[in-house]
């Protein structure tokens, strides 16, 4: 039996759209997804050192250089009941400490109202020190990349985060 030109050309393109389409139906095996995290505990990570700018975001020079900042780790400690610490220890040798409270900024989908902290995919520290420093920061869970990071000002570089039980 003698297929025409044209039924041989249907037949493929049928073979051909079958294949793309079952191509499309398979998935790799699932990840698990990205889950908010558990917030209280102990976050840490290191600022990378940057230049310093001033409030319009200009880089400010000293003697024809670049001010830098230099780098810092960061150490947040978060209760269960809001409390907040952050040492901040700069690469220089000197340490700041800042107290205060944090509050979850977004809530992944969910029916149990009791997980409200553990499903917040992002929170808001509010922090001072003794000398009357203020510090905001925000940690926010990037689940794309799946990782937690930190921002501050939007002068400062943001960095990421792990969890020290």
């Known amino acids: 039996m003698k297929l025409s ?21 398979t998935t790799a095996e ?21 230049a310093m700018k001033d409030a319009n975001g200009q880089v400010i020079y000293i003697q024809g ?14 209760q269960p009941n809001g409390g907040a610490s952050l040492t901040q220890s700069t690469e220089d040798g000197r340490i700041m400490e800042f107290q205060g409270r944090w509050n979850s900024l977004e809530q992944t989908t969910s029916n149990n109202q009791k997980t409200d902290q553990s499903s917040a995919l992002g929170i808001n520290c509010e922090l001072s020190a003794s000398t009357g420093a203020y510090r905001n920061y925000i940690l926010l869970a990037d689940s794309i990349h799946r990782v937690v990071r930190c921002h501050g000002t939007p002068r400062e570089p943001h960095f990421e985060l792990t969890y020290t039980p």
Do not use: D, N, R
């Open 30 to 50: 699932s990840e698990h997804s990205f889950k908010a995290p558990k917030w209280s505990g102990q976050w840490q990570g290191v600022q990378p050192e940057y």
């Open 65 to 78: 250089q670049e001010a830098q900042v230099k780098s810092s780790t960061f150490i947040f400690i978060l």
């Open 5 to 25: 030109i044209t039924s041989q050309l249907w037949t493929l393109l049928a073979i051909i759209g079958s294949l793309l389409l079952s191509g499309c139906a």
